[in-house]
């Protein structure tokens, strides 16, 4: 099977890749957000294949793979087929929904009935990547199915050497509220913080924490950034309104115990056995600071917390549905 699917995710590309398909990537001169290709940091197998944009109309293509609202014009356009009718697509919904009403000039917020833009459309099945996702997003005439994250397990790598935090955060200062980065300073408090991600090396200084309180680590390979979190005793998720972020089952699959607000995807993902849920800061800030003082009592959490990620989210599951949703869609 030949499938077409643009970079957009680098953790859930990653995945997906690793399936049996053939996945064709389209990769522009300058590798810009429509045509990013093969990543540097992440190892993909040879089946993910780079593809100009032009010679997409000479591809065979059995299914899209769509991820972003415009790419059903990209497709068009690139491939001559319109995703749905002429060429079978499915659409990966990674994010939960919000809703903008710039015209009355007021802030992003997060509305529950949000209607999904393919919510009168009965052609292209809307894949959630949790059912979180699936229980907010008003889908409408859509089909709809969830297949869950899938994580490349990177080994239990688990030292918890430094009593220190780490957190991953992309863009922490653009993102804001919905990640969880006003809530920083307060965990610095109780324990130093490691923040690993894209853009995170002004965070210190924006947030008004101490260097020697919140350390970061910018933009670094997967493999690199999961042998220095290793180090770490326990992993923080301070993210307020997210589908389920892939660094939270990659940390737990590395063998760290987990820390986490109460909220969205993370209350199915982290049994008690694994960290500690609470919608309480101060709570969470207390269980980072026992954790990281209490080695064995980190350790045994860890263990348990890799046990249970590499079951649920285990890349063979993930692919298996994949591998099935693929074939009933290109029928």
């Known amino acids: 099977m030949r499938v077409l699917m643009w970079h957009v995710h680098g953790s859930w590309a990653t995945s997906f890749v690793h399936g049996p398909q053939t996945t064709l ?10 045509g990013k290709g093969r990543p540097d940091t992440f190892h993909w197998p040879g089946r993910a294949v780079e593809v100009a944009p032009e010679r997409l109309r000479h591809e065979d293509v059995d299914v899209v793979v769509l991820q972003r609202p415009h790419e059903l014009r990209l497709a068009e356009e690139w491939l001559g087929r319109r995703p749905g009718r ?40 809307v894949v959630h990547v949790t ?15 969830v297949i869950e994250h899938g994580v490349v397990d990177p080994g239990h790598r688990y030292t918890g050497e430094l009593p220190r935090a780490g957190v991953v955060v992309n863009d922490p200062l653009r993102r804001g509220r919905v990640a969880g980065t ?7 408090a109780a324990v130093p913080l490691d923040l690993f991600g894209m853009n995170v090396r002004d965070a210190p200084e924006r947030l008004g ?44 699959m590395l063998g760290l115990p987990v820390v986490a607000l109460a909220t969205t995807e993370a209350v199915e993902a982290v049994p008690p056995e694994t960290g500690v849920l609470s919608t309480r800061v101060a709570a969470l800030a207390d269980a980072a600071r026992s954790l990281a003082a209490d080695p064995p009592r980190a350790r ?14 285990g890349l063979p599951r993930f692919l298996r549905d994949w591998r099935r ?6 029928r």
């Not at 670094?220 to 770490?232: F, G, K, S, T, V």
């Not at 949703?325 to 290109?330: I, P, R, S, W, Y």
Request: proline share 10%.
């Open 209 to 252: 924490i101490a260097p020697e309180s919140l350390w970061t680590f910018e933009d670094l390979p997967q493999a690199q950034m999961h042998e220095l979190l290793a180090r770490r005793r326990v992993y923080v998720h301070p993210y307020r309104w997210t589908s389920l972020g892939l660094a939270l089952i990659e940390a737990m």
């Open 182 to 188: 006003d809530l920083l300073p307060e965990l610095a």
């Open 86 to 125: 002429d060429v079978p697509a499915v659409y990966v919904e990674h994010d939960t929904p919000r809703r903008t009403p710039s015209d009355i000039g007021m802030p992003e917020e997060v509305v529950p009935d949000s209607r999904h833009f393919l919510h009168d459309r009965s052609d292209i099945p």
């Open 325 to 330: 949703t693929l074939q009933e869609v290109a």
């Open 25 to 34: 990537v389209p990769a522009t001169p300058g590798r810009d957000a429509d």
């Open 131 to 145: 059912h979180f996702n699936r229980l907010f997003w008003n889908c409408g005439r859509a089909p709809v199915r």
């Open 300 to 313: 045994q959490m860890g263990k348990e917390a890799r046990a249970y990620a590499v079951e649920r989210y």
